[in-house]
C-alpha cells in the first residue's frame, strides 16, 4: 500500500537552532511529495512540494525538504526556527487511480519551537 | 489568495440525525475533496469527486455517507445517521487540476456528536 510515515509525533527545538521534520515514504513509481502545515483552528496550508529535479526544494516561510530516493524520505529543514513555526506538520504523498489522484497524509508531528 | 469556505464552523447534533457539512470550492476549481482529522491528528481521506461523480471513495465512506455539488459551486457531505465515532473535524479541499498540486484547504467543520 502506499503510504507515508512520520516517526516523531513531537518535536521540540529552540528558537535560532535548525530543525527536522521527518518524513518516510512508500510508493510504487516516482513520487509526488508534499508539505502541509497546520495552525490552530485552520485548514491545512501548502508548504512545497516534490516532483521532480533537484533532490532540495525550498517552500514557504524558509522551510526545505530534501527528497532522498535511496532512504525513501523527504525530511523538511529549516535552517534557523521561529517560534511561530510551531504548528503540525503533515508529509503528503499524491497517489493516482484511475486517472484522478488523491492525497494521503501521515499523521502529523507537532513542531514546539521554545522560546 | 483564494480560499474554501466551509460552514458551519461547528455542528452538535444527536446520534442518528442527519447532518449537511457544506463547502464552497475556488471558482475554477475542478476537483473536490472530503477529508477528516480525528483528535486534532490524524487526516483521513474520505472521497474525492470530479465531473458531478465520485472518483474514489475510502472504506469510512460507507453508505451513511454521500456527497453532492448541486448547484455548481457549493459541495456537500451529508452523514444521513450520525454516529459518535464520526464526531471530528471535517475539512473540504479543492485543486484547479490535476496537474496542479496545490491542494487548497478549507478551515473545517468541527462534528460533535452526542
Known amino acids: 500500500a502506499q503510504s507515508v510515515a512520520q516517526p516523531e509525533d513531537q518535536v521540540n527545538v529552540a528558537e535560532g537552532n535548525p530543525l527536522t521534520v521527518k518524513c518516510t515514504y512508500s510508493?510504487?513509481?516516482?513520487?509526488?511529495l508534499f508539505w502541509y502545515v497546520q495552525y490552530p483552528n485552520r485548514g491545512l496550508q501548502f508548504l512545497l512540494k516534490?516532483?521532480?529535479?533537484?533532490?532540495l526544494v525550498k517552500g514557504s516561510y524558509g522551510f526545505e525538504a530534501e527528497f532522498n530516493k535511496s532512504q525513501t524520505s523527504f525530511h523538511l529543514k529549516k535552517p534557523s526556527a521561529l517560534v511561530s513555526d510551531s504548528a503540525l506538520y503533515f508529509c503528503?504523498?499524491?497517489?493516482?487511480?484511475?486517472?484522478?489522484?488523491?492525497?494521503?497524509f501521515g499523521t502529523g508531528t507537532r513542531l514546539k519551537v521554545l522560546a | 489568495e483564494p480560499e474554501v469556505t466551509q460552514t458551519p464552523s461547528h455542528q452538535v447534533t444527536q446520534m442518528g440525525q442527519e447532518v449537511i457539512l457544506r463547502c464552497v470550492p475556488i471558482?475554477?476549481?475542478?476537483?473536490f475533496y472530503w477529508y477528516r482529522q480525528i483528535l486534532g491528528q490524524k487526516v483521513e481521506f474520505l472521497v474525492s469527486?470530479?465531473?458531478?461523480?465520485?472518483?474514489?471513495k475510502s472504506e469510512i465512506f460507507d453508505d451513511q455517507f454521500s456527497v453532492e455539488r448541486p448547484d455548481g459551486s457549493n459541495f456537500t457531505l451529508k452523514i444521513r445517521s450520525t454516529k459518535l465515532e464520526d464526531s471530528a473535524m471535517y475539512f473540504c479541499?479543492?485543486?484547479?487540476?490535476?496537474?496542479?498540486?496545490?491542494?487548497?484547504f478549507g478551515s473545517g467543520t468541527q462534528l460533535s456528536v452526542l
Open positions: 503528503a504523498v499524491r497517489v493516482s487511480r484511475g486517472g484522478t489522484y488523491k492525497y494521503i
Open positions: 510508493v510504487s513509481g516516482n513520487p509526488y
Open positions: 516534490y516532483i521532480t529535479g533537484d533532490n
Open positions: 471558482s475554477n476549481h475542478l476537483y
Open positions: 469527486f470530479y465531473n458531478n461523480e465520485i472518483s474514489e
Open positions: 479541499a479543492s485543486i484547479l487540476s490535476q496537474g496542479r498540486e496545490k491542494l487548497f
